[in-house]
Structure formats: C-alpha cells, structure tokens
C-alpha cells in the first residue's frame, strides 16, 4: 500500500517562500515520475510540477520561475521549493505519481496572506 505524507506547510506573507516534502513510502520511489498538485477551495485539483529525474522537470504557467521541484530518492521523498509566494498560490498541495494514480495522503495547507 503506497502512503504518501506532505507536510511543510503553513502562513506566509506575499513574496516569501516555504518549502514542501512529500515521504513517500509502500514503492519502488525511484522507478516513477513524481508530481505535486494543488487544490485551492472550491477549485479542482490541479498539476503544479513534475519531476522525471533530476533533470528533467516541467512546471505549470503559474509556477513557472518561482517553484522548483527536486528529489531525494535515497529519502524516497520529493520536494516543492516556492518561492515569490502570491495570494492565488494559496491551496492544499498533494504528491503523487505524474498521473496521480496512488492514493492520496492529506495533503499540507498553505495559505500565503499578510
């Protein structure tokens, strides 16, 4: 059974930053593209970034040139650093495989605010 953990969540004011983890555990980690979503409230949920290897990561408009997603697969966890946080940033983040096939953990809140 995969279970996957977000946490890092929180508050922060516009134009901070936060970084996101996502344990993942229950797989073979390394064998699978990794993604982060995002669902804000009354939204659906939607892909932020991928992450194939190292090198290879893709990123939605929104996000582009502010977030970055990276990967310890030694840790078997998958990381979302944000940075120039805005208010519409503001959302439930999830991990998952690129298509979102496991199931999904609870999720980390972060709510970007002065």
């Known amino acids: 059974q995969v279970q996957l953990v977000e946490s890092g969540g929180g508050l922060v004011q516009p134009g901070g930053s936060l970084r996101l983890s996502c344990a993942v555990s229950?797989?073979?980690?390394?064998?699978?593209?990794m993604a982060w979503y995002r669902q804000a409230p009354g939204n659906e949920r939607d892909l932020v970034a991928t992450?194939?290897?190292?090198?290879?990561?893709n990123y939605a408009d929104s996000v582009k040139g502010r977030f970055t997603i990276s990967r310890d697969n030694a840790k078997n966890t998958v990381y979302l650093q944000m940075n120039s946080l805005k208010p519409e940033d503001t959302a439930v983040y999830y991990c998952?495989?690129?298509?979102?096939?496991?199931?999904w953990g609870k999720g980390t809140l972060l709510t970007v605010s002065s």
């Open positions: 229950g797989t073979m980690f390394r064998a699978y593209a």
């Open positions: 992450i194939i290897s190292g090198a290879i990561t």
């Open positions: 998952n495989n690129r298509g979102g096939s496991w199931p």
